[in-house]
């Protein structure tokens, strides 16, 4: 296991905890990896019956490690990343995310794979996907104007502009906004009533409010060979070198 992701298992919850504050737990190679296996494993241990996904410092996930978009691009499903989105998408355990600060790009979109999503009062989230020069990636594009509704989906990726933790519950991904303080343990105290459940009977509920899983992992496979086209574009490269040197981007 990977320094960068702690994991600990109590009480029939398994704690996945992001852990690289320094880069506001940007989420590079062997992060991913970390966390799918996490994801995983989780599905065939027997001391395991609920997942909480959280981050530590003042940020949940700056996204992707943007130095890896550069230097280790996703090749294709062997990636990381797509085993990530595979585990995380399939999973058979329910998962509750306790946003704790900012949430950027997969940072947002693995949380409409999450069942129970509580943020932070104060965390923003954002899909910046359109001002990288990228595109929608985990199925972002299929699930959030399902549960956005297109209009707001649109504008949440197409101006890709930060919004708060409210506007996240207003549209539909959310389940709460939480004072900062408390909540680990709002997210606990719901990990704790999924883990009393009989297990059976929750994961092939959530497995029937999740059974279009064919459609999310075509959109998911769809959507990551645009990414890899816009990766390599010249805007998408203007971008990351702006981010690297603290500048704007100049789009053509
Ligand atoms: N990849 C790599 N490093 C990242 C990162 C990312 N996605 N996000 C943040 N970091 C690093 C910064 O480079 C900085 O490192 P440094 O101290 O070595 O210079 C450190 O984390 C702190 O980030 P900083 O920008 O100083 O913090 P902030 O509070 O001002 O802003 C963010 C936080 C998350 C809003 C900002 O860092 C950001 O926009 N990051 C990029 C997010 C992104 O575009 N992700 C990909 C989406 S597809």
Do not use: W
């Not at 003042?58 to 085993?83: H, I, Q, R, Y």
């Not at 509580?118 to 549960?147: C, H, Q, T, W």
């Not at 004072?179 to 059976?200: C, F, G, Q, R, S």
């Amino acid at each position: 296991m990977s320094d960068l992701v702690n994991t600990s298992v109590k009480d029939g919850i398994l704690t996945i905890r992001m852990n690289r504050a320094d880069k506001k737990n940007a989420l590079n190679l062997e992060m991913y990896d970390a966390m799918a296996a996490a994801i995983k494993d989780a599905d065939t241990n027997p001391d395991v019956r609920v997942i909480v996904i959280t981050g530590t410092g003042d940020s949940f996930c700056a996204g992707n490690d943007l130095k890896d978009f550069a230097e280790n691009p996703p090749t294709g499903k062997s990636s990381p990343v797509m085993k990530f989105l595979k585990a995380i998408s399939t999973a058979e355990t329910p998962i509750v995310a306790a946003v704790n600060g900012t949430a950027v790009g997969i940072g947002t979109t693995m949380l409409l794979h999450c069942d129970f999503v509580y943020v932070a009062k104060d965390a923003m989230l954002s899909l910046p996907f359109i001002n990288l020069g990228l595109v929608p990636e985990a199925a972002a594009s299929l699930l959030l104007p399902r549960m956005a509704g297109h209009a707001r989906a649109a504008e949440l990726l197409m101006l890709g502009e930060p919004f708060s933790a409210k506007e996240a519950l207003d549209t539909g991904i959310a389940n709460a906004v939480c004072e900062t303080a408390d909540l680990e343990k709002v997210a606990m105290k719901t990990a704790k009533k999924l883990a009393a459940k009989p297990k059976d009977a929750l994961r092939t509920t959530k497995a029937l409010l999740r059974r279009d899983f064919e459609s999310v992992a075509q959109r998911i496979d769809a959507e990551a060979e645009e990414f890899k086209k816009a990766l390599a574009s010249p805007d998408a490269k203007e971008a990351l070198l702006a981010f690297k040197e603290k500048r704007k981007p100049k789009f053509n």
